[in-house]
């Protein structure tokens, strides 16, 4: 029992920050049918680009801010240089650009920091609390669960309660008819991009401390389990991809804790095999099938 | 007669290298109701389309007010005073009708007339304003049809490009519809461009009416010959 209780907590303390990424992709998803596969690329640059800034300065949270503002920098820059351009008449164009641009940050980054894993830094002790003899949350947790929280209800007001939200929420469901209205539909796109990699980055930075550290290739397999909530989730549901965050954490933690680590990837493939059988529009997606 | 407020010369559009549009003249003189007529094809919403410009002109002008309205962007028009309200309504389905409506007035500056003009609408339209928290994908297609000329009120447009209002629609309610741009046009001098296939319904309210066919202008007048209405209209 005390180990289920430590595995539950420890599995939702990972599960939302597959939460926080897969929201990242759902965001793009939504806005412009694309999944971002450079995501986790993206992630990881913004992160080698904090550290640095944090080993230069000192200072831990000047950056985590610049990782941050570097993921609005690079969404930005990816949709106005390189998304924008892509022809859109075949889904598979923008899956390969994707994955060509996971190659190129991939490619620059071991050019500049090298292929060794590189030390992250967590911000606060990764030593479980203990109660009654049970470890459950370390403070690091406790502000994984804090910033993801933020985000979340941040993205929350931004789309139900401003008119920002609403524009973009209108761009992505009828760009022409948001045009005629005066909205900027491509500046809506763009800010989508830019909000989308800030919140990828920020899930990095909360991610890379728990795992082995920096390394190019650091956010691999923190993407496949994120693609897999927000898919699980339903690609088009904001609320779906935090279940599904929530539900991949728990799951990995679980089959980790009993089965072994080597099976949880498996776990993972298992568990979006069953929902695309049984609900092929996620547990929150509607139907595919849509009246015009 | 009054110097027109929309007008377009020797227009030409289309998809791809074939153009749908024939070097079109039009007027459409201010505070009045244009129809324009023709059967399935004939050009009608292509013309809307290059007017308000979701489809660039390959040839001609288009101005308003006698502004020119070439390289003008689509999201500038309506800041123009042009609201297009496309085929199928154009409603966003995913928003409630509240969110509907206010995105028709997002863009204004003059944010307490933008409240102001959404209060009118839903005076206007008494269904919308009981259904201000339902989805778009929860109205009938009448009331669709009344939120998207809804959302196009509450930004004053001073020219409305009204596509088939009447598509899919009981006759009941496309002759409110009828109406309601007859008052529009009376009391707060609205101009509109409407195209339609129901003609009968559409020549009871207009001042004018333009037939296209085969993407030319092939008769204008405040009546519609007897011929042509033959020729053209199937009636």
């Known amino acids: ?74 969404g930005t820059v990816t949709e106005r240089v390189v998304m924008r351009f892509v022809d859109h008449s075949s889904p598979l164009n923008e899956v390969v650009v994707a994955l060509g641009l996971v190659l190129v940050i ?107 550290g920096l390394h190019p290739n650091a956010m691999d397999i923190v993407f496949v389990s994120s693609f897999t909530a927000a898919v699980v989730g339903g690609l088009d549901s904001a609320v779906g991809s935090v279940v599904g965050g929530l539900v991949v954490g728990l799951l990995l933690s679980y089959v980790s804790g009993y089965l072994g680590a080597t099976v949880a990837p498996i776990a993972v493939l298992v568990l979006l095999v069953v929902v695309l059988l049984g609900r092929p529009g996620g547990l929150f997606g509607r139907s595919a099938a849509r009246a015009v | 007669m009054s110097a027109p407020l929309l007008r377009a010369e020797g227009l030409t559009a289309g998809y791809g290298a074939a153009p749908v549009l024939h070097d079109v003249d039009l007027d459409v003189v201010a505070g009045s109701i244009t129809a324009v007529l023709g059967a399935n094809g004939a050009g009608k919403t292509t013309l809307l389309r290059t007017l308000s410009g979701l489809l660039p002109a390959t040839g001609g ?35 409630t009708v509240d969110e509907n409506l206010r995105l028709g007035g997002l863009w204004r500056r003059d944010r307490a007339d933008a409240r102001r003009a959404l209060g009118e609408v ?31 009120l509450v930004g004053r447009p001073r020219l409305l490009l009204l596509d088939e209002p009447s598509l899919g629609l009981a006759p009941r309610v496309t002759a409110q519809i009828m109406r309601l741009l007859r008052t529009l046009r009376d009391r ?47 009636f």
């Open chain 1, 106 to 212: 991939q490619g620059v980054l071991g050019m500049i920091y090298g292929n060794e894993f590189r030390p992250a830094a967590a911000p606060f002790s990764r030593d479980a609390f203990t109660v009654g003899g049970v470890a459950l949350l370390s403070r690091f947790d406790l502000f994984v669960f804090a910033a993801v929280g933020a985000v979340v209800a941040a993205l929350a007001l931004l789309f139900t309660r401003t008119d920002t939200g609403l524009r973009m929420r209108a761009s992505a469901f009828a760009p022409d008819v948001s045009r005629l209205l005066g909205v900027n539909v491509g500046g809506m796109l763009t800010l989508g991009w830019a909000l989308a990699a800030a919140v990828g980055s920020l899930a990095g930075m909360l991610v890379l401390p728990t795992e082995l």
């Open chain 2, 61 to 95: 002008r288009v101005a308003l007010d006698g502004r020119d309205l070439r390289g003008v962007r689509v999201e500038e028009m309506v800041r123009r005073g042009v609201a297009h309200v496309p085929e199928g309504r154009g409603v966003v389905t995913e928003l």
């Open chain 2, 122 to 152: 839903y005076e206007l339209f008494e269904p919308l304003a009981r259904r201000r928290t339902f989805h778009g994908h929860q109205l009938s297609g009448g009331e669709r049809q009344m939120l998207a000329l809804g959302r196009a």
């Open chain 1, 1 to 74: 029992m005390d180990r289920f209780v430590f595995l539950t907590f420890d599995g939702l303390s990972r599960g939302a920050v597959y939460a926080a990424f897969a929201l990242a992709l759902v965001l793009i998803w939504r806005a412009t049918r694309i999944v971002n596969f450079a995501q986790g690329a993206m992630a990881v640059a913004t992160a080698y680009a904090g550290y640095s800034v944090s080993a230069a300065t000192g200072s831990y949270w000047l950056g985590f801010g610049v990782a941050v503002l570097a993921g609005i920098v690079l």
């Open chain 2, 188 to 234: 707060s001098g609205l101009t509109v461009l409407l195209v339609e296939q129901n003609v009968r319904g559409a020549l009871a309210i207009a001042d004018e009416a333009v037939v296209l066919s085969l993407g030319r202008v092939v008769t204008r007048g405040t009546s519609i010959d007897e011929d042509l209405r033959h020729a053209y209209l199937g």
